[in-house]
């Protein structure tokens, strides 16, 4: 079975909006690093078959009308991982309701569609999508805009902090 793909920009309506229920589920396993989508839960693919049954069964009971996959691109892992639990969703558990779609264009192309979506991640570490695009496509001229909290600056003199609920930008001390 094959999961139809979630529009970026409805994961990110319903995201800020909070206007249903959607579980983003993130695959990625060595390469979950320079942030993830805001409340997204990271079950890594090589494991995933063997959870699907428990996933369906926090996703029923927590009342998710959309299950979302998604990993690096959403043109591996996410879309096969999905597959799988759609069937367990359909086939298994006989649940015709819940929807389970793929989110366009994984992880980076969230972080590509810019800050507004950049805004919506935990743990988004600038220079890790500044290095990843640069070894991929040769855009080291990827920039977040001045508006959005990174981890760092370039010479790596600011680190984030989570306090209170919210991350803030904490200058180190030199020691």
Request: with cysteine.
């Amino acid at each position: 079975m094959a999961a139809d793909t979630m529009p970026q920009r409805r994961a990110y309506m319903i995201l800020s909006m909070r206007i249903a229920s959607m579980l983003i589920v993130d695959v990625r396993r060595t390469d979950y690093e320079g942030g993830a989508i805001r409340g997204s839960l990271n079950i890594p693919a090589q494991g995933f078959w063997w959870n699907r049954g428990m996933l369906y069964e926090l996703a029923y009971k927590a009342g998710m009308e959309w299950v979302v996959f998604t990993c690096g691109s959403s043109s591996g892992r996410g879309p096969r991982c999905a597959g799988w639990f759609l069937e367990h969703v359909r086939n298994t558990a006989q649940d015709q309701e819940m929807q389970v779609m793929v989110l366009e264009g994984g992880v980076k192309g969230w972080v590509k569609a810019g800050s507004e979506y950049i805004r919506l991640m935990d743990g988004f570490r600038e220079h890790h999508w500044r290095q990843l695009f640069a070894q991929e496509d040769g855009n080291a001229d990827f920039v977040v805009p001045p508006d959005v909290e990174t981890d760092a600056t370039i010479d790596g003199s600011d680190e984030m902090a989570i306090e209170g609920g919210s991350l803030e930008r904490k200058r180190r001390r030199e020691e």
